[in-house]
């Protein structure tokens, strides 16, 4: 009886508060048995106490709505949890009512039952909304008998726990809130998996399987718990234990971690001030071509700049609105032995497709024979083949997932009926262009299929459907007619090429457009300056949130805004634990910047080219700093999507961390002063001592020519001796390979003592030794083509040389 009045008073009480400062405050504090919530009044909601978050019906369509938890300060009300996602609710009459029994019920408007706790108390129980976003059924003596935490949509909160039986699961599209086909959850082996679970297939894209094991990425399975989550500090861990932290660390900034909808996962700062979101994390390597299962059955992904998505010759789109429904033939493939003449393949230049292989038929396979062998089996539906080393087939039971790589020698191979692959033929499929340090074809496209796509019929199709549509719609004949077709064109309207666009640079990459006012007052006005280059001079800054930058303020750059976001936009997204991470840029007028992490311990040209007998770097440093550039570099030149040269390597372009461990920066700088370039290379770019011989003369510049300059770099790692200081030592007319002269002389005369740096104190190991010389010379070989690529010198520095040819996975 006590109970029942103090229930009656609180109800009032909380009524009276809303009625009597309705201005103010709206929104209930809590939700009491018998009462309910209802769609149609718009102060119908639940909003916690610190008002960080509202709960209530969230319009996802035309009269369709979510019974969902928002951010109630952000500019469009991020929705972080859907009761009723796949399940939307009429406009009218739907409610969300606390029976008397303690089962929270969502009701559509004929009174079906389309989402429930199914929770039971005997108690009094009530519904709060937390201030951690946390939706709670509590009884009166304070048990949680039900969270909405433990019941994820695509969004983690600070404090919210993913655990074994929990995933989060993407939106289908943007603006769309359906359930999508990427999930983040514990596989089997207690990693913690980025996977996309389409219709028909499924695969892991993150931790990337191409690298041999789940260790390489410091992630452990021996540890069952399954858990995971995030701090209010925007610290992440994970019993696999993997481990990030914002790169605003700290407490302050509302976070928020989602699995967008276009398969990345994302930790999100709110800034107060405009309402907007900042990407302060996303997993390296899941560049937006390498999400599984966004482009379709036979689709590939392109950066062109921007991911795109294109069907192979002889297919068409099949949904113009829907990437992820991919490619249909338009033709029918018989296979039997007696029709294997009538086939052939249709080519895609330097695309690889991931995964599905067939038993690979070998190694070492000639083209012809692997050809031949996807031709007559039934199953292939086409390979790839790489023409590098020994020649490796990937054979395909299913095109799924296929992306573009940097490997021009690698093709991807569809089978078609002959006559199409014949009129393929007559058709330009010139992708790979010619690599030079100015060869970036950059386009702000306007998104839709590139060259060898299909599919124009499709759209007037489209154009029928929606005028029916909204013909329908006009009639209204009944309302549940009108939520499934609006539910259904909020669908079919938010197309995945809504990709394209500038704001998705920015947010895809994480990476942050600042001010200039910004950017001077955190460098006080471009006091101290930590470096000079041919490109502009470095200055040390703090930002607003206490993070130490480096800012370069570019001199002589003469390209636009637009442009200028397009190229940074593209060195931006490289993501390496070998190159140094951008963290934005600043295009205002004359004023070009970009924003770098800062390293402390400043350049290797300063710790390894210093008067004391004593080295800061030995032997075992040294050949790691040798590995670890190396591997930045292989990274921009073959496996970034992207073409990039550096045109300047040279030690004081290697930055070294709090554990000495190096990172490339500058790279990327000639596609910003791609005009400078353009006027017939009168401009040799890159440092004196480091040039390859071919800069002198009149041929296209690639990335042998970056092979020499590092090559000269580990000649400068063994022997302590800059390359510059030996200019004037020798009367020859190439001044460029003095050292090389010097060091190719002393070998000769078996007399490597002489050339390895005496502070060393011949602390190095001898097989490493020997490696580390032998791949020096190899990389400053005058001819360029006897040059190992970067990816060959990591292996060979790596000491997993025997296995180089062994199959890539990924393919
Ligand atoms: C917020 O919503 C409005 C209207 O729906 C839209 O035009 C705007 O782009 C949205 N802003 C953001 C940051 O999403
Ligand atoms: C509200 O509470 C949350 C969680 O305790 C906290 O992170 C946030 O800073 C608070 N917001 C305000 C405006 O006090
Ligand atoms: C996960 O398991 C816990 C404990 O067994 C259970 O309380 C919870 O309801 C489960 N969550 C889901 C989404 O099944
Ligand atoms: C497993 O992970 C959990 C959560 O991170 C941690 O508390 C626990 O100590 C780990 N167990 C082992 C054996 O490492
Ligand atoms: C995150 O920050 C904390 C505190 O500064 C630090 O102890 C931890 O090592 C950081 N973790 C990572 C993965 O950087
Ligand atoms: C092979 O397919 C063709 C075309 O469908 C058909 O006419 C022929 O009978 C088939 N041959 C065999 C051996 O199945
Ligand atoms: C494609 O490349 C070939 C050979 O390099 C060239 O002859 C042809 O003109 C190119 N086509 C286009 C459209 O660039
Ligand atoms: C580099 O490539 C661009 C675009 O393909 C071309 O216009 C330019 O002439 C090339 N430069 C040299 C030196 O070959």
Redesign the pocket.
Known sequence: MVLLLLTLFLTVFSALSVSSTQTIVQGFPTLTPQTSLSVEKETDFLISPNRTFSSGFYKVGTNAFCFSIWFANSLNKTVVWMANRDRPVNGKQSRLTLQKSGNLVLTDAGGSVMWATNTFSQGQVEVQLLDTGNLVLVTNNGNVIWQSFDYPTDTLLPTQSLVRNTTLVSMRGRGTYLSGYYNLKFDDNNILNLIYNGPMVSSIYWPSTVQETVFYFGRTPYNSSRVAFFNE????RSSDDL???ASN?GVGPKRRLTLDYDGILRLYSLDGATGLWEVTWQPGGVDACRVHGLCGPYGFCRYNPLPTCSCPYGFYRIDPSDWSKGCSPRFKLTCNSTTTNQLDFVMIPNTGYYGYDLDTYGLGLSFESCRNACLIDCRCQGFVYSLLGKGQCFPKRTLLSGFQILDLSRVAHVKVPRDIAISQKGKVLNTSSDLNCSAAEVMVSSGGGSGISGGGEDTKRNGYMKLLISFVGSVAIIEMVCIGLGWWFVLRKHVREELVNMGYIVLALGFKRFTYTELKRATLNFKQEIGKGGFGTVYRGILDNQRVVAVKRLEGILQGDAEFWAEVSIIGKLNHRNLVKMWGFCAEGKHKLLVYEYMENGSLDKLLFTDSPSSALDWEHRYNIALGTAKGLSYIHEECLEWVLHCDVKPQNILLDDNLEPKVTDFGMSKLFRESLDTGFSRVRGTRGYLAPEWMKNVTIDAKADVYSYGIVLLELLTGKRASSFHWQVGEENEYNRLVQFVRQKIKQDMLVEVIDPRLNHACSDGKLETLVKVALMCVGEDRDTRPAMSKVVELLSGDDENIDDQEGDN
């Open positions: 500090r925007g610290s992440f481990e990030f932290n660390f």
